[in-house]
């Protein structure tokens, strides 16, 4: 199934938006598998977003190496990153990151937010 999107994706030429998750908090493994994929299949300038990204630096050296054009997407749960995932957020240049804030889950203080930004 995740082939044929990649397929679709190269052929409309839209974004590839990628949700990444693995056993705990670390989505590293899941995400060498869908980067090694996704190297075989698409260009390597297709523009990618990342979304709700929790992986650690080298994976976030590596998507960045492979794919010029992709970006990472962060929402409320970096309040609980581990120092690895924090590392990461922090490598992330700033033109390739993407803050979600109309999360339903956003919590700014001890407000709850559920309508768009």
Same mark, same amino acid.
């Given at each position: 199934?995740?082939?044929a999107?990649?397929? #679709?994706v190269?052929? /409309?030429g839209?974004?590839?938006?990628?949700?990444i998750?693995? #056993?705990?908090k670390?989505?590293d493994?899941? *995400?060498?598998i869908v980067? &090694?994929?996704t190297a075989?299949?698409?260009n390597?300038?297709?523009?990618?977003h990342i979304? *709700?990204? &929790?992986?650690?630096?080298e994976e976030? !050296?590596?998507w960045g190496k !492979?794919?010029?054009?992709?970006y990472?997407?962060?929402?409320a749960p970096? *309040?609980s990153?581990?120092?690895?995932?924090?590392t !990461?957020?922090?490598r992330v240049p700033s033109?390739?990151?993407?803050? #979600? &804030?109309?999360a339903?889950?956003?919590?700014?203080?001890?407000? #709850?937010?559920? /309508?768009p !930004?």
């Amino acid at each position: 199934m995740f082939r044929a999107i990649l397929d #679709k994706v190269i052929a /409309t030429g839209r974004v590839l938006i990628l949700h990444i998750r693995g #056993k705990g908090k670390s989505s590293d493994v899941p *995400s060498r598998i869908v980067r &090694t994929e996704t190297a075989k299949r698409v260009n390597w300038h297709q523009r990618i977003h990342i979304q *709700s990204c &929790t992986l650690g630096p080298e994976e976030v !050296a590596l998507w960045g190496k !492979a794919f010029p054009n992709v970006y990472f997407g962060f929402s409320a749960p970096v *309040s609980s990153f581990q120092r690895e995932q924090l590392t !990461a957020l922090r490598r992330v240049p700033s033109n390739r990151l993407l803050v #979600k &804030t109309d999360a339903p889950h956003l919590v700014i203080g001890k407000r #709850k937010f559920h /309508t768009p !930004a």
